[in-house]
């Protein structure tokens, strides 16, 4: 219950908000429970996670941005810079008086000349007192072949012919959308001044799909290099893409110096596919050799900024202007169970990703199946990428938010059954015997690394709650009906349920008291639902279906007797 408040936090006026409780938080659990950062130089458990109900809907948009919406901001962009590239540099014979017949076409046609929308303009405007409207004058020059100044001259030729009702919006390009958000367009059109913030925000999302999905530090990603991902198929079918890059944790010279730029890594990471359509986004972005860089260089007009690589300070910041663009996206399209809330811990920036991630894979966000999936993939692939290595820093932070989710269950369930609470089900007395073990061997005491990789080692002690299925899975890889492989199963196969395959027969389920009381809830909705009529035959059918299945359930837990035998008393 104190998780679920602590999980309302950045929906709640920051005076009611409950502070993150110890068991949720790594770097309480890693300070009180796991030791100092004696254990951990780098001090990366010290680091608050990134709280679920921002992640969440982050890496919804983030995804959905590199995924769905890439195609139409490339698009827009490459039209763009075609544009830009017709601009010639000296101004040519003729030019102003070109523009000036252009300008003087439109209005005799009964149209608007076209008005810069871009940031500043308006500023620019009252800056220099200026009657008119600021003119889209780089637009107007990539149209005609003039340069800005031709443009610009041809405006003033006209200044005493023009009046603000002459100027209309700012100019869109021609360019078609198919992008859509649900069942709508994601806009009507991408207007020409649009595009440089536009593929800021998508240069944004890739970058958080790489350093979330990866578990990549923030200097290991801001370092990434064209070329960096290749796609390998193996012998047995199975497609794994690659990422080859620079690390820098570690890297001395032979007088113990820090190498500030760092060493190629000898293996490389393994990624999902979302990771390497991110890194092909921001391949076709950026022109030169650097994926992440402080200016988007070749979209930039007329800048003279060398090409530097993107801060971390940089990252969050635009971070911070991608969260408000996607909030207007999902205000606009009427979805407020999409908008990204403030982060109560503060600014969201790359080196809280790491841990967050090891948060979710063994906290998957119950309801999400699509996200649940993501988390597991996520997990075997950061498995694969530092399993191989010498200092698998990644792997140790993916052990230890497994054990501590473990340990949290494992309380939990001696607490139910202390207090009395009944547990049915074909693995209840695995369940009674797991908490007794783990109130026997770690009950009260200091969980430190070594403690945590028992815990997670140990084969009866694999208790994983799935609240939206009401049960607890007793994970046995053998006999887990979630495991298609199960017949194969070696050391122990699948050392995690599949929560999207649980299925009602499977020999690993227990439940409890307080699931069956959830699962009477239920019900009573169910029943609540049929009397009010307004579900569509097919669903009514289905849930009156699922309904006898869940009843069922409450009565053979109902006929269940008590255990003879207290939880918590020593065999």
């Known amino acids: 219950m104190i998780s679920r408040l602590w999980a309302y936090a950045p929906y709640l006026p920051e005076r009611d908000r409950l502070v993150m409780p110890p068991w949720e938080d790594p770097a309480a659990v890693m300070s009180d429970f796991l030791g100092t950062n004696d254990d951990t130089p780098d001090g990366e458990n010290s680091v ?44 040519p014979r003729g030019g102003t008086e070109t523009a000036v017949a252009h300008l003087r076409g439109l209005l005799a046609a009964g149209q608007k000349l076209p008005s810069s929308g871009a940031p500043g303009a308006t500023a620019v405007r009252a800056r220099f007192g200026g009657p008119l409207p600021p003119m889209a004058n780089t637009f107007l020059a990539g149209t005609l072949g003039v340069t800005t100044s031709q443009v610009a001259r041809a405006r003033g030729i006209l200044a005493d012919e023009l009046t603000p009702a002459d100027f209309g919006s700012a100019p869109l390009l021609d360019v078609p959308l198919t992008a859509r958000i649900g069942a709508a367009p994601w806009r009507g059109a991408i ?20 350093a979330y999905l990866s578990g990549m530090r923030p200097e290991e990603v801001l370092a990434l290099r064209r070329g960096c991902c290749t796609r390998v198929e193996r012998d047995d079918g199975t497609v794994r893409f690659e990422i080859r890059g620079r690390h820098f944790k570690g890297v001395l010279d032979e007088e113990g110096n820090a190498i500030g730029e760092g060493e190629q890594r000898a293996d490389p990471w393994i990624v999902l596919e979302p990771v390497a359509r991110a890194i092909a986004v921001v391949e076709e972005l950026e022109d030169g050799e650097q994926l992440f860089t402080r200016t988007l260089y070749r979209y930039a007009k007329g800048t003279c900024m060398p090409r530097t690589g993107q801060s971390s300070d940089t990252a969050v910041e635009r971070i911070r202007a991608f969260t408000a663009w996607a909030n207007q996206l999902a205000a606009a399209h009427d979805r407020p169970h999409e908008l990204i809330p403030p982060d109560p811990d503060g600014a969201v920036a790359l080196r809280r990703f790491r841990r967050t991630v090891a948060w979710f894979i063994y906290r998957q966000p119950g309801g999400r199946i699509a ?29 230890q938010e497994k054990g501590l989710a473990l340990a949290e269950t494992l309380t939990e369930a001696g607490e139910r059954l202390a207090a009395g609470e009944k547990v049915s089900g074909p693995a209840a007395d695995r369940y009674r015997a797991a ?8 009950a009260g005491t200091y969980l430190g690394r070594r403690e945590l990789r028992a815990l997670v080692a140990n084969p009866r002690l694999q208790v994983y709650e799935d609240p939206k299925a ?3 899975c007793n994970h046995d890889a053998f006999t887990a009906l979630c495991n298609p492989d199960r017949d194969r199963a070696r050391d122990g196969g699948r050392s995690t349920p599949d929560h999207s395959r649980c299925h009602p027969a499977c020999a690993n389920i227990s439940q409890t008291d307080s699931q069956i009381s959830a699962l009477r809830t239920e019900v009573a909705r169910i029943d609540a639902d049929t009397d009010a009529g ?16 869940l ?8 006929a269940q007797q008590p255990a003879d035998t207290e939880p918590t008393e020593r065999r």
């Not at 608050?48 to 490339?74: F, Q, S, Y």
């Not at 207007?191 to 240069?203: I, K």
């Not at 950061?382 to 993916?398: F, H, I």
């Not at 307004?534 to 299945?549: C, F, S, T, V």
């Open 48 to 91: 608050a996670i990134v709280h679920p109900a921002v992640m969440a809907p982050l890496l919804v948009w983030a995804l959905r941005t590199v995924l769905d919406l890439a195609p139409d901001i490339l698009t827009a962009a490459r039209e763009h810079r075609r544009l830009l590239g017709t601009i010639p540099d000296r101004a």
């Open 191 to 210: 207007g020409f001044d649009d595009v440089d913030v536009l593929v800021l925000h998508l240069s944004t999302a890739a970058l958080i799909c790489c």
């Open 371 to 399: 996200l649940a999936v993501q988390y597991g993939h996520a997990a075997t692939a950061m498995s694969e990428s530092y399993a191989g290595r010498s200092k698998a820093d990644m792997l140790e932070v993916l052990d």
């Open 435 to 442: 908490a007794v073990e783990f109130s026997d061997r770690y």
């Open 470 to 472: 009401f049960l607890t």
């Open 534 to 549: 307004l579900d569509p035959y097919p669903i009514a059918a289905r849930e009156q279906q699922r309904k006898n299945l």
């Open 551 to 558: 009843t069922a359930i409450i009565r053979r837990h109902d």
